[in-house]
């Protein structure tokens, strides 16, 4: 007999051990009466333990077979009963009350939906974390997510009774189902108040009060035209509440300042930051404009090459991009080759000053990155990349300005 379908408010039972079977190195057990609820209809199972005379068994796994005319099967580990044993189980009521919570407000959501829209129908649902999640149909926005939930939330604090009950298939008709059975005969209903009915097998709360509060956050398209809304109800939605609270709480110190002050602080930081950053940019070209300049004297036949080193706190990268752009901007008749060290990495790039057509950053780069063993890529006007021979980086700038004077030389020639 299954007493969670008669009473979800029960939390054990005495009955006896009528069958142990052994599945590879899984333990089954079947019970005479069971307050145990099994995994179905996106409702998770139960846990708990079963105490016997000749020890404990955990219950780790509930789960019904069908093909068995709907026995319910227990997976335990530790010290398991005998066939005939008397044994008195006991759920984990936390874990099955939040389940009630998340599944209760599940119905009552989807129901919602359905009065804001017709359109908006459940197509399925998880049931597996605290953030429970409805696929709905129709495309609710906000405001469509919004109103259900002020309508769902409404209908908690009604405190409306919960009742579970069963009627024959034939006798369908008499009732407005939300959601149609799966199965035949005897049919399981669940109705809360007069807002919701659905045939349902799973354990429900006793009143719609007891799934308060109930939080939405989050909405999202996903595959198949479908949107994804998620909820917390509950224990569930308070505990999230409450840490949230605390986080604002740890932040709103770190500035020594009121939780309500928190928004205007993060604000004040994004616009310091970003005026940091824009005078970074400016000191960094300014920097990069000054080592072109001042190396006009190294220009050999059209062709600079450089070894930089990066200002401290500039990354090796951001350094040679501000120094090709100086480049670009006061030596279009240069092809200028940097190369940089960092973390033991060798990097080089080529940029090709705008007046040196037909002359093509890519080989140039590669005579160095032969010698650096590296890989790199780019455009004809600008190519980068880098190799792990760094103590070879001299050797390579050498190379590159080499094959870019041969560039040169031939482009010259042509013209
Ligand atoms: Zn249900």
Redesign the pocket.
Known sequence: MRLDQRDSYARSMETVVTDVEQDGDAVWVTLDTSVFYPTA?G?LHDVGMLLHAGGEARVVDVAVDKEAGGVVRHRVEGTQPGVGDAVRGEIDWDRRYRHMQR??AQ?LVSQAFLHVNAAFETRSVSLASPEVTIDFAGDPGDEDVTAAFALARGWAYDDLEIRAFEVDDADLGAYPLRRPPKVQGRIRL?QMGDVEI?A???T?LARTAEMLPLLAVGRQRIRGDLTRVSFLAGWEAQALAQSLLEDVDALARSFSAGREDVPARVEALRSELQAVRFAHVRALSAWAEARVGGNAAQVNDGVLHLRVDAPEGTLVRDALAAMAEAASKLRPDVVTILGAVEEARATVLVQVGAERVRVDARTILKAALDVIEGRGGGKPDRAQGSGSDASQLDAALDAAARAAAEQVASARQDA
């Open positions: 209809g409702q599944h209760s119905h669940v659905a349902c097998g799973g429900h």
